[in-house]
């Protein structure tokens, strides 16, 4: 842990820069399997799941039957679980639902956009020794919401051919019409191209390793959307002397039990504090199972004094936090004047393992700094705006003239074309 | 002009086909370039702009007394025209505000969403013959009703220096807060990193060449994030025998005389119809300024008889149009039912030139079958979706214990510990 006092805006860049990933090498590999599976399907995509998984699979699709036994070893207390975290992120994203928009910008002009759902949709759950299923309830709650006609989703399976039970049991409680045995490269490939079994979908959804985000970022130059560029987790902490240095530290240890990469800063306007934690920090680490990671991860972190909120402020603006945690007096300031940040937890009680799991909020936030230009996934990552025109006779008699014009200016005599021909209709009737 | 009978659907998606376009050879460029910018600057930017632009620089700046001067001499009735636009893009964006969602979502939980605005945006206007003015309205409109703090500009000159004085009015207009004489990579280059006149932006916006739209794309890499991946335009009129030929022509026409790749459909249940748009199309291109264009786009295009609506309407779909006319008595089948398309014109009397400029909705749209996964540009581009989320002691205990539980089922037990230590806290207390 580095401590940093005071430190002046111009070196905030340099303190607050995340750790840069180059994927050169790893483009090749994607490049390629991304061809082989344009060409070859099904078989290519099998082909690297024995190489690269060590299972050779007959199907990928998991069957009906399959699912159901599967399910029933999955513990009714999990199951309660997951059924209260469901509830809360339905109630949430139901409430993100807008209306048609509907003006009559001039006499006789109607305009409206209306939001319809993308068609087909592609989850990735990465496999490993954590069974992330809580990252299913994000992605497929809103997707069936909306009313998404097709939500496929592939994780790997293990070396013997199987799914862990509660990804299983969260894909078919959540909507997902069908599970395949795939994962890396050759997952995103699959659903960027379509298989013989893997149906083709229009944007790509969930987290992986550098292999799955290169893969969603080449599936992009094929016409898929994805859902967020990617980077390791991080989570910044604003607190004062008001704060508990023992929640601190245990948020501050549960972002850092994620990788080793995962970034984790605390800033406060307390040295007192900052002391504090790092105490708790060394105390709290001892009891974790991820212990090893986490100690490298804030090997990395660092604490840091700022003499005052305003300036506090500024820092963590200039950093755009994926989660941003707020254990101060005067939490209000943090709360309306925050501009980037990607998800924000406030007041001792609000964890951020909260929002990660079942408070409602999605946890599929923009790292790296994208909170400056991103939004999280949420309900309208699912739907697309279609704007909708109507014009009567008299509503073009009262805009085209001034269309006329503007085409005539933009040199563009076809445009303006269309509206002399109906004027000129218009009038002989 | 192809007139295709009945395909079968087997055959849509190599009839549909958009023509393929390759950037290898460009990327190479672009990153050259990006790289001699981020390392030199301002001088860099100056050397390609004398390179490719032709034009020697002092000041990239548009002061504000070339912009007075300049803006003189626009005619008022163009003046006029572009207020009464401007208008309508304001009522029809505005009405897209959408307000914060709040939702307990169990007792003691507290999630909110808030749209805040992207702080710097970057605008890119194309120079060339047609100084497309519309284009700033589109985007800088909205910039600046969300309240983006910084809505900069960047435009080629002409060889003397000067800016287009209809380009300059419009962004006055409009609330862009700066106007830079910069064109193609190197004005992409430089909203990417900054440079000593040109401020870093976190977003750009606006149409472009292969050369732009590359740089673009290679801007994302730098974690800007940009409007849309783009494409040619493109239009499809589904039409039927209640509809005027001469008016789906003009429509047609005024599509193709954007570029030789514009792409031009007509779908039609009435062979008679087709017929009679063929030859109203010969008619009028001979009064065309720009009849060179447009002739070879519409020798590209195609007229295709569907014998139902259900069949027109699949294939649409799977086409998935920018522009999408409907001009069919059963208007609302199509309203109704399309799930792809950027924005719908409704009706005899709504051109598609009627949403290019001036009815309010947005003319920057998804191209190249986008509309399967993207919207056009709404004022929620300017936005970011932030949540926020406060929790009671009450709220914790509520939905802590299944937090445990869930973290526990992800071998995540640092994310358990930061529940365990607050309710082991409130236990106490």
Chains 1, 2 share one sequence.
Not at 301 to 320: G, V
């Amino acid at each position: 842990m580095e401590i940093i006092i005071n430190p002046p805006q111009k070196k905030w860049s340099k303190i607050l820069k995340r750790p840069t990933q180059t994927f050169d090498q790893i483009e090749k590999t994607v490049h390629y399997i991304f061809k082989d599976v344009q060409l070859h399907g099904e078989k290519a995509v099998k082909k690297y799941a024995k190489k690269y998984d060590k299972v050779t699979l007959n199907e990928l699709l998991v069957s009906q039957i399959e699912m159901d036994e599967c399910i029933k070893t999955v513990p009714e207390t999990l199951k309660n679980a997951i059924q209260l975290a469901k509830s809360n992120i339905e109630k949430f994203h139901q409430a993100q639902v807008t209306k048609s928009v509907k003006v009559e910008t001039t006499n006789g002009v109607n305009c409206w956009q209306e939001k319809r759902a993308i068609q087909k949709v592609g989850l990735y759950i990465p496999g490993g020794t954590a069974p992330l299923f809580s990252t299913i309830l994000m992605l497929a709650i809103p997707a069936k919401l909306v009313g998404c006609k097709e939500i496929i989703l592939c994780t790997p399976s293990d070396k013997s051919g199987n799914i862990n039970a509660t990804i299983l049991y969260a894909a078919k409680l959540c909507g997902v019409t069908k599970v395949f045995k795939l994962g890396g490269i050759q997952a995103i490939a699959a659903m960027t191209f379509g298989t013989k079994s893997v149906p083709k979908v229009y944007k790509i959804f969930g987290p992986g390793n550098q292999f799955v985000t290169v893969a969603k970022q080449v599936a992009t130059t094929y016409g898929l959307a994805i859902d967020l560029p990617a980077g390791p987790s991080e989570l910044l902490v604003v607190a004062d002397d008001s704060a508990n240095a023992s929640f601190v530290a245990s948020d501050l240890l549960s972002q850092a039990e994620h990788g080793i990469d995962s970034q984790v800063i605390l800033v406060s306007t307390s040295r007192k504090l900052l002391d504090k934690v790092a105490v708790e920090i060394k105390t709290q680490m001892d009891n974790l199972q991820r212990k090893e990671i986490a100690s490298k991860a804030i090997a990395n972190s660092k604490l840091i004094y700022c003499e005052n909120h305003d300036i506090a402020l500024d820092l963590i603006d200039e950093y755009a936090p994926e989660h941003f945690i707020v254990c101060t007096e005067n939490e209000e300031f943090y709360v309306n004047n925050i501009q980037n940040a990607g998800s924000v937890f406030i007041g001792k009680y609000t964890p951020e393992s909260a929002g990660d799991y079942a408070s409602g909020t999605n946890h599929t936030l923009p790292t790296n700094g994208f909170a400056k230009n991103y939004s999280g996934v949420n309900l309208d990552s699912f739907l697309k705006a279609i704007t909708f025109q109507k014009i009567t006779k008299k509503g073009l008699q009262n805009i085209g003239p001034s269309i006329e014009i503007m085409a005539d200016a933009e040199g563009l005599s076809a445009h303006k074309n269309a509206i002399t021909v109906r004027l000129n209709s218009i009038n002989k009737g």
